[in-house]
């Protein structure tokens, strides 16, 4: 007796053909079965790799997915990237209605060939040919054919079965055939979790994958979508063969084929760099010397051509031009600090606000941006060779607290970088506010902050006059026709404290109700953006970064005005963190409002999500707290 899997059987019920019968048909029923939330369906994709030796690869893709609607049109991922070492053999699509007849068709001549431009490289030899395809009708049903040769095998492709949010998948395959003797090093990642099957050596396929809704407060789809990672363990890079047995091995190669020998400096800079620290008196002291040296003469300009885009500029290059990449300024920093005797070394590292490690069980190609590190004893400082406005040593907000790939000449070593704690990571919020009896109000208002709450490295100091009034203006945007009447800042890099002194003005922000005025005592730090509800929440609760919010406001009320009710005091104490709020009568027309905000960082069960929700539901209650003031009949 035939085995008909339950799919087709639905299908025959329905009078409906079956899928291998109708490829190219957007059935609806197949959105409905592997999840409502899918904007694309990929029902077929046959990714298979050929390793031909240490230096050279065939990659072919079919690909069949189905787009839903116009969230989905980029997922057809109709490109191919190419440079010096890349020749594309196939290259097509069929674009099939939502009824699987063939409407367009394709060759590689009709795609477009663009320089792979990302809005930030001067220098980029990498090209891009992609279909430019605007779809008339949703659904419709794209078929991707290509045929690659790769003369470099560093950059092996992942397999990612479950590509993204609101995507589902009928069927995935991946297929490494390995025709040399240099062995593969395989990591798999979370395909037990979706029953995906392991069908042969390096061969792979998941079926019928539920499309995944994004949820707030979880971590990044990567920590729990299915994956395989795959690495030779002798491969090469635009030429330079290279070993890849443990990111020891791995951080050797890079020293020694990647960094060795580009870090000669010109002598008028050796002797001008040699005069500026000539005074200090320790490695830190330099190293200030020489950060700062390096933000007032470069800037950063990407730059991605050369070995993968690897492989740093020329630190007399960069010195002569005054600019550079990431790989290129850190580089150069290094030359200028190895020039005065502080030690130093090269990283790679994910930057990026969201935290995500240098997998410190996989060595291979990881990583999107270069920073550089100075060892103190068992400590190390990190430091952004980006930024001309970055405080020396602060990396919060972009590196902070995450695994980076130290390239030492002895190997790579993975290194935790700068972690900020909620109680360093401090936003400061003080007022002396006066109360009028027509309910509007004038403030002197100091915002002090601190670890990654810090403000001084956004760019405010550089920013108009009118952007920092709209800025301003949206942080409290509680406040009805706030004006903004000056504003100063200070920004103390050695303390990495950052302090804006704000002067505010805005009528009618107490309710005038008869002789009452009501008015809520937190005027500006209010929590607001409610987690959404979820009715079955699927993964766990993140807080990546913890932070702490103080507030401490004085109200002067005009004479005439009598407290008659105040905001009653609040604790509230969770796993998640702290709140507490209260309201003070000091006397003499002069009121006290308190707050204290904290959030830990952590990971959290999705069982406790609702428990999460409601803290923030409470605090946003408590931080609309009204007060009542009475208006003496003299002054109405």
């Known amino acids: 007796m035939l085995k008909t899997p339950i799919l087709g059987i639905i299908l025959l019920c329905l009078n409906l053909p079956l899928f291998a019968q109708t490829n190219f048909s957007a059935n609806p029923l197949l959105q409905v079965t592997l999840g409502k939330n899918a904007n694309a369906l990929v029902k077929n994709n046959d990714l298979e790799i050929h390793i031909l030796n240490y230096n050279k690869m065939l990659v072919k893709q079919h690909r069949i997915v189905t787009i839903y609607n116009e969230s989905g049109d980029s997922k ?110 395989v990591k798999e990642e979370h395909l037990e979790d979706y029953s995906i099957s392991k069908v042969g050596d390096y061969h792979y396929v998941a079926e019928n994958l539920q499309a995944i809704k994004p949820e707030a407060y979880s971590p990044a789809f990567y920590t729990y979508a299915p994956r395989v990672k795959v690495a030779m363990q002798t491969f090469d890079m635009k030429g330079v063969k290279g070993v890849n047995t443990s990111w020891e091995d791995f951080g050797k190669w890079m020293h020694q084929s990647l960094l060795k020998g580009t870090r000669e400096l010109p002598e008028s800079v050796i002797t001008e760099i040699k005069g500026l620290t000539a005074s200090a008196e320790t490695n830190v002291e330099k190293a200030k010397i020489v950060y700062q040296y390096l933000q007032n003469k470069t800037r950063y300009i990407s730059v991605q051509v050369g070995i993968g885009g690897w492989k740093p500029m020329l630190a007399k290059d960069v010195d002569r031009l005054s600019y550079g990449d990431c790989k290129g300024l850190s580089n150069y920093t290094k030359a200028l600090l190895d020039v005065v005797g502080v030690p130093s070394y090269y990283a790679i590292i994910y930057g990026d606000k969201n935290i995500r490690n240098i997998d410190s069980e996989f060595s291979g190609t990881e990583g999107n941006h270069a920073v550089l590190t100075i060892p103190q004893g068992d400590e190390f400082i990190w430091l952004e060779c980006t930024s001309q406005i970055t405080p020396f040593g602060y990396i919060g907000n972009f590196t902070d607290d995450r695994d980076a790939l130290v390239i030492t000449p002895q190997g790579g070593k993975i290194v935790h970088t700068t972690a900020y704690s909620a109680e360093e990571s401090v936003l400061k919020t003080t007022a002396d506010i006066l109360l009028n009896s027509s309910g509007s109000i004038e403030a002197q208002v100091k915002v002090q902050s601190y670890g990654t709450q810090y403000r001084g490295s956004k760019g405010l100091e550089e920013s108009t006059e009118k952007d920092n009034v709209l800025r301003f203006k949206d942080l409290w945007d509680n406040i009805n026709a706030l004006v903004v009447e000056d504003f100063k800042f200070s920004n103390n890099k050695d303390l990495v404290e950052f302090t804006e002194d704000v002067k505010v003005s805005a009528s009618n922000y107490g309710s005038k109700t008869g002789n009452r005025i009501l008015f809520v005592s937190n005027m500006f730090n209010k929590l607001t953006g409610i987690p959404p509800r979820y009715e079955d929440r699927k993964q766990s609760i993140e807080i990546d970064r913890g932070f702490l919010d103080e507030d401490e406001y004085i109200f002067q009320l005009e004479d005439g005005l009598e407290v008659e009710a105040m905001q009653s005091p609040v604790l509230l104490e969770t796993k998640f963190g702290t709140y507490s709020a209260s309201m003070e009568n000091l006397g003499d027309g002069r009121l006290k409002y308190k707050r204290q905000l904290l959030f830990k960082k952590g990971l959290y069960p999705k069982e406790d999500y609702d428990a999460y929700r409601d803290f923030w539901i409470a605090i946003a209650k408590h931080d609309n707290a009204k007060n009542v003031l009475l208006i003496n009949n003299q002054n109405q």
Request: cysteine-free.
């Open 76 to 185: 057809s991922y109709a490109y191919e990237t190419y440079d010096g070492t890349t020749k594309i053999k196939t290259l097509e699509v069929t674009v099939y209605d939502a009824s699987g007849e063939k409407i367009h068709r394709f060759k590689e001549k009709d795609f477009k060939d663009v320089a792979r431009a990302d809005g930030i490289s001067i220098y980029n030899d990498d090209r891009i040919k992609y279909l430019d395809y605007a779809p008339v009708k949703y659904p419709y049903t794209i078929e991707y054919t290509s045929e690659v040769e790769h003369q470099m095998t560093a950059f092996i492709p992942r397999w990612s079965p479950l590509e993204s949010h609101y995507t589902s998948v009928l069927k995935s395959t991946y297929h490494i055939i390995n025709e040399t003797e240099i062995p593969l090093s």
